[in-house]
T-cell receptor, first 115, second 115 residues
């Protein structure tokens, strides 16, 4: 089966600019996650969707970050305006049924550098 | 709140030697436990998982982990490592979050295998 697809792989922007990332989960996976992974740290959950509804966005900096999952399939994560501390790898993951212990499958991520 | 501790940020080891990567977690409720591996410039890949049943779980590439409830540990071991095992390893605990499972990651352990 095809894995989780993310684009772009790399992005370099200046602070205060805006940026968007795209994720296409594995077909049939209702749960979708966005993580932020800062260099030297483990991934931190930003937002979790179940179909097109938000389950958890408690760690999403809502003054600058937004995410949507229209039609319950693809998702986009946006940052506007970007700050230097947003430099990180943004990982998308999906899961068939996490409540039963089904694992999360990760994409290769988007590496964001803020100048 | 649930948390995961990986005490060793880096573990150097010679090829064909045994290795153990330590993971301890804290949780007041039952959890699922996972080990993920991350190769450079890639996303996380599931290595193995503990959901229930036998406390010893194995992966297809020779890794194993043992769930120890009394010590709240889930250490990862391999009797003989290869150069190709060089990567970052993340321990994660899955907890129930508003009816859905949420992964909390440790900070990771970098395994460095040298000839």
């Amino acid at each position: 089966e095809a894995g989780v697809a993310q684009s772009p792989r790399y992005k370099i922007i200046e602070k205060r600019q805006s940026v968007a990332f795209w994720c296409n989960p594995i077909s049939g996976h209702a749960t979708l996650y966005w993580y932020q992974q800062i260099l030297g740290q483990g991934p931190k959950l930003l937002i979790q969707f179940q179909n097109n509804g938000v389950v958890d966005d408690s760690q999403l900096p809502k003054d600058r970050f937004s995410a949507e999952r229209l039609k319950g399939v693809d998702s986009t994560l946006k940052i506007q305006p970007a700050k230097l501390e947003d430099s990180a790898v943004y990982l998308c993951a999906s899961s068939l049924d996490p409540r039963s212990g089904q694992p999360q499958h990760f994409g290769d991520g988007t590496r964001l550098s803020i100048l | 709140a649930q948390s995961v501790t990986q005490l060793d940020s880096q573990v150097p080891v010679f090829e064909e030697a045994p290795v153990e990567l330590r993971c301890n977690y804290s949780s007041s409720v039952s959890v699922y436990l996972f080990w993920y591996v991350q190769y450079p410039n890639q996303g996380l890949q599931l290595l193995l998982k503990y959901l229930s049943g036998s406390t010893l779980v194995e992966s297809i590439n020779g890794f194993e982990a043992e769930f120890n409830k009394s010590q709240t540990s889930f250490h990862l071991r391999k009797p003989s490592v290869h150069i190709s095992d060089t990567a970052e390893y993340f321990c994660a605990v899955s907890v129930l979050n508003t009816g859905f499972q949420k992964l909390v990651f440790g900070t990771g352990t970098r395994l460095l295998v040298s000839p």
